[in-house]
């Protein structure tokens, strides 16, 4: 644990900002926790407030450059930048309960876009969380900023899908490129980001980076290496499908091999990632086996390219888990090493498997046999075949 004290990087990673230290904002709002899609749905806002408790529990919050907002609602003509006015008409009647024709063409009332009161308000104020971090960010005010309650990569202009009903992202990333700056997008979530691929498949400001489980065994179905964008945009969209089962070997092969030199030579000026945690081996709804060694040593990598991050959230149910990703995340990003500030103490409060308590890393669990073997196999080919067509692309 000891070997990832970057207290020098954190000096070092100041430099980006010159004349002043290091800042880093994390959106935090309870009402936003509080919503219910249904005992039945997989997503848990709550899971943010778990975060926020394991954050305290490991002496990685109230830190003095650390600040916590809340979420304002983004305006309507904020929305419109990225979705159809006749969507968020439908949308915010539907949150009313003004449900009518045209309101499940639109995704909206199905199992995984359930309607719940209060929707629409809810929605627009977990995007206004990522306005909110992305202008302190552009402003100057933050290093790093957090928004938890975002990240939801399968927002379409015209419909609700994937337990997405509004894109922050996209409208995240087209505020960034108003002021004139390149973005790179990583999404390390399991699902692939097919919205925000969609936003920009023709535009070379945006390089949208997404690496998840192959869309022939999840949904959204798509996601295949050979979407690399188009026209102008040609090279600039690429996809990193994994077959099931892959582990953290797979994954390393694949971020390293790929999206760290990409990152490297599109040199953006604002990285958003989307750090979504349903890749995790317990995960219920995926089929990859990663730990979340992996998952923190990808972040890491984030994390030392002296560029400002905007981190926002996305899968992950199996709560407990993904809120241990979430505290490492913002630790690793906030160069503070966790401490379990309770372990050893007698009738201290126990969060999760008491085995894992005093520590917030998994075991290691790789996959073997044939599995392992298809899926070193499958990264293989991506590799090659994204290194034969989208690299000349960047030169390299
Ligand atoms: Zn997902």
């Not at 959106?27 to 919503?35: G, P, Q, T």
């Not at 997989?42 to 003095?64: A, Q």
Request: charged letters at 25%.
């Amino acid at each position: 644990m000891a070997t990832w004290e970057l207290t020098g990087v954190r000096q070092r990673s100041s430099s980006i900002r010159k004349g002043r230290d290091f800042r880093s904002l994390f959106i935090y709002d309870h009402e936003l926790a509080s919503l219910d899609l249904g005992l039945q749905h997989p997503f848990k806002p709550e899971r943010v407030l778990k975060t926020v408790e394991l954050c305290s529990r490991y002496g990685v919050w109230e830190k003095p450059w650390m600040e916590v907002k809340g979420a304002e609602r983004a305006e309507r003509e904020v929305l419109e930048r990225f979705h159809q006015p006749q969507y968020l008409d439908i949308l915010e009647r539907a949150s009313r309960g003004e449900i009518q024709l045209e309101t499940l063409e639109r995704g909206l009332g199905t199992e995984d876009c359930p309607i719940v009161p209060g929707l629409y308000e809810w929605a627009s104020r977990a995007v206004g969380g990522s306005l909110i971090a992305m202008r302190a960010i552009l402003e100057g005010d933050a290093d790093v900023a957090f928004n938890l309650f975002g990240g939801f990569h399968h927002g379409m202009p015209d419909h609700a899908e994937g337990f997405c009903y509004l894109n922050d992202i996209a409208i995240s990333i087209l505020e960034a490129l108003d002021r004139g700056k390149r973005v790179a997008y990583v999404d390390m979530d399991a699902h692939h980001g097919n919205g925000v691929q969609e936003a920009f498949y023709r535009d070379p400001r945006v390089l949208v980076i997404s690496v998840h489980e192959t869309g022939r065994t999840l949904y959204p179905w798509g996601g295949s290496e050979e979407e690399i964008g188009e026209g102008e945009g040609l090279g600039y969209n690429v996809n990193i499908p994994l077959e099931p089962g892959s582990d953290d070997e797979v994954f390393q092969l694949a971020v390293g091999s790929i999206v760290l030199p990409l990152l490297r030579a599109f040199s953006p000026d604002v990285l958003v990632s989307q750090i979504g945690a349903d890749t995790m081996i317990s995960d219920p709804l995926t089929h990859l086996r990663l730990t979340n060694n992996s998952y923190s040593w990808a972040i890491r990598n984030l994390a030392s390219m002296a560029v400002p991050v905007l981190a926002l959230g996305g899968g992950g149910y199996d709560l407990y888990r993904t809120a241990r990703c979430w505290t490492m995340a913002w630790a690793i990003f906030n160069h503070v090493e966790p401490r379990d500030e309770l372990a050893g103490l007698v009738g201290g409060m126990m969060y999760g498997p008491e085995m894992e308590v005093g520590t917030l890393m998994d075991a290691a669990n790789p996959t073997k046999g044939e599995v392992k073997e298809r899926a070193m196999e499958g990264v293989t080919k991506v590799i090659e075949f994204l290194r034969s067509t989208v690299f000349p692309i960047h030169s390299l």
